[in-house]
């Protein structure tokens, strides 16, 4: 009986047990190793697929004119009140000036000799103001709905609008990439955005605004993510780091010409449509794309497959006659096979492949998230050096020109940010460099929290002008190192899991960790809502997160010239190696190579199936004799 047992087990492999996923069955090893049989059957990173990777690189220029659309369109604008003086009760106060930063601080000028609180007062009362945006722009969504003094939340709120929209787009676009394709995403994704965006430049109020922002970003989520994994999947494993740098240096360049694009529109209307228009070049993808043949061959998509193969080989010239590894006859032998599609819910019964990604999730959060805090100190330091002037000339100048040093010092250090990230990951590698980047922003972050506060505390405490400036030098240029490495955290942390998570998850699985990044900036905007309330504890926790990550990419394997995993089986082989080679020869590795990994998983070792081999052992020795 338990002989029979354990032949029904074998003969039905899909129960699985100790809780866990069962080893899925391959259907063919020659299809099913992409990168080894299958790419070089079609000319290996030939022409074709590099006309895919450049047609995948035009749209990050519309993608980082799309991402960084609210520093312009909901800037909060300088304004002077037209009045010549305002009554408050019994009193009338002088003309006030506000300059606001880009980070939502406001900084306010006195044409005369009032007090603070009777700014604060007079502030809500000025109906006829008149605006001084200077960033390019005539008019921006604030000054056209005086989203000022008790609307201000209003302009918070449409600051979360596209955010979450990017997150609820990454979550639900990652799981029907994963299910119905790349390229029905990203065509959908491309028309949808065309219709809500343009839409959006013709809202009446704030709240269509705020609302159609939302749709706007849950479209371009799908966007960015399908053509993301697309880029992925068609690179072989020497190329795929540096063609996804070369597309991210290419949305910074949308944000570089931002500034300069809403200069030559004037008018925030005109902006968004030309930020959006060019995405209509991208319906010729229907004809020109095709869909991924790496996540058609993992889906068992075998007629789809097999046209797609005999394209891509004519594009490439390709002598299809020195068949080697027997693809197409092999292929045609697998036709019969229905697809198999998975959903990222079965990543939960892995033992590794959750935890990584789970890992590089929080990795994306602590480093966007902490990516604010530093932006935030940095523009607060710069600003208290400003001093107030009674010109309106002066201060407006100064508004323009703190404005563009705070936008493209940001854009300059997310820059030098990828710079920085193509030597360290080629030298180290994708979790050395994660590792090297997250150890500097814990220390940024660690010094800037308590290393400022001893400075002078012993020596300075009677010079406190001394004491103050050698602070706030310190402090911006801890927020400079901070801003730099978190932003090498978050960008790497995408990359990785875009490497490790298998072809038939990979949408989702890219999906969480694109959204985790959504929720880390969505801190921003939340910080400035409740007027920078609890900015200090909000640093604090992440640091501490920092020091968290730090101990968990040690748990992370290295996928550097490594093939892409095409299934949940092949995601689960990917152990981790010691970050140092073993000095002696003969010394034995801490951790299970990829071979060994059947039986440390324990599949095949349960107590039912040695019960099992043990009575099959004693009934055939009481049959021999």
Not at 57 to 81: E, M
Not at 221 to 231: D, E, F, H, K, Q
Not at 394 to 405: P, R, T
């Amino acid at each position: 009986m338990a002989v029979e047992r354990l032949n029904s087990e074998e003969v039905n492999p899909e129960f699985p047990e100790n809780g866990f996923v069962a080893t899925e069955k391959a259907s063919s090893g020659v299809l099913r190793s992409y990168d080894e049989s299958v790419a070089p059957y079609l000319g290996g990173f030939g022409k074709y697929q590099k006309q895919l990777i450049l047609l995948t690189w035009i749209p990050a220029l519309f993608i980082g004119y799309s991402q960084n659309s609210d520093s312009l369109l909901l800037a909060q604008p300088g304004y002077t009140c037209k009045s010549a003086a305002v009554s408050v009760g019994n009193r009338t106060i002088n003309p006030v000036s506000y300059v606001n930063t880009t980070n939502g601080s406001r900084t306010a000028y006195v044409h005369g000799n009032d007090s603070s609180n009777d700014i604060k007062n007079a502030d809500c009362l000025c109906n006829d103001r008149k605006y001084n945006i200077s960033i390019g722009l005539v008019q921006n969504v604030v000054t056209k709905w005086n989203l000022v003094c008790d609307s201000t939340w209003k302009v918070h709120i449409a600051k979360f609008s596209l955010l979450v929209g990017l997150i609820f787009g990454y979550l639900v676009m990652g799981v029907l990439a994963d299910w119905f394709g790349r390229q029905p995403v990203l065509i959908i994704s491309v028309i949808f955005m065309l219709i809500f965006g343009l839409t959006v430049a013709l809202s009446v109020n704030v709240t269509m605004f705020s609302t159609l922002r939302f749709f706007e970003g849950f479209c371009l989520a799908g966007i960015i993510l399908s053509l993301y994994v697309m880029r992925i999947e068609i690179c072989d494993p020497g190329n795929r780091f540096m063609m996804t740098m070369v597309a991210s240096f290419i949305a910074l360049l949308g944000q570089l010409l931002l500034p300069g694009l809403a200069a030559l529109c004037r008018d925030w209307q005109i902006l968004q449509a030309v930020i959006i228009c060019p995405f209509i070049l991208m319906i010729a993808f229907i004809c020109i794309f095709p869909e991924s043949l790496r996540w058609l061959l993992a889906t068992q998509q075998y007629e789809k497959s097999k046209s797609l193969i005999l394209h891509i080989t004519k594009k490439n010239s390709v002598d299809t006659e020195t068949d080697v590894k027997e693809i197409m006859p092999e292929l045609e032998r697998e036709l019969t096979k229905k697809p198999k599609k998975t959903c990222i819910v079965k990543m939960v019964g892995t033992r590794n492949l959750w935890k990584n990604i789970l890992v590089l999730c929080v990795n994306s959060l602590t480093g966007f998230g902490i990516h604010h805090c530093f932006a935030r100190s940095m523009m607060k330091n710069k600003w208290e050096n400003t001093t107030a002037s009674h010109n309106n000339d002066i201060h407006n100048n100064m508004m323009l020109s703190n404005f563009y040093a705070d936008y493209y010092t940001m854009a300059g250090i997310a820059v030098a940010s990828c710079l920085a990230m193509c030597p360290a990951v080629g030298f180290m590698g994708r979790r050395g460099g994660l590792l090297m980047f997250m150890i500097l922003t814990a220390l940024a972050s660690l010094l800037q929290l308590g290393f400022l506060n001893l400075i002078g505390k012993y020596n300075l405490h009677h010079d406190t002008d001394l004491k103050e400036t050698i602070n706030r030098k310190f402090s911006i240029a801890f927020s400079i190192i901070g801003m730099f490495s978190s932003h090498a955290v978050g960008s790497l942390s995408i990359f990785f899991c875009a490497e490790i998570t298998p072809t038939v998850i990979r949408g989702g699985g890219l999906g969480l960790v694109l959204a985790s990044a959504g929720f880390g900036m969505l801190t921003a905007p939340i910080m400035e809502l409740h007027n920078q309330k609890g900015y200090f504890l909000h640093h604090v926790i992440f640091a501490c997160c920092t020091l968290i990550c730090i101990i968990c990419i040690l748990l992370l394997p290295e996928s550097r010239h490594q093939n892409l995993p095409e299934t949940i089986s092949d995601g689960e082989g990917y152990m981790r190696q010691p970050l140092l080679p073993p000095k002696k020869g003969g010394e034995q590795p801490l951790l299970l190579t990829n071979s060994e990994l059947k039986d440390y998983s324990g599949i095949h070792e349960t107590p039912v199936r040695h019960a099992a081999s043990s009575e099959s052992n004693t009934a055939n020795v009481v049959k021999s004799s």
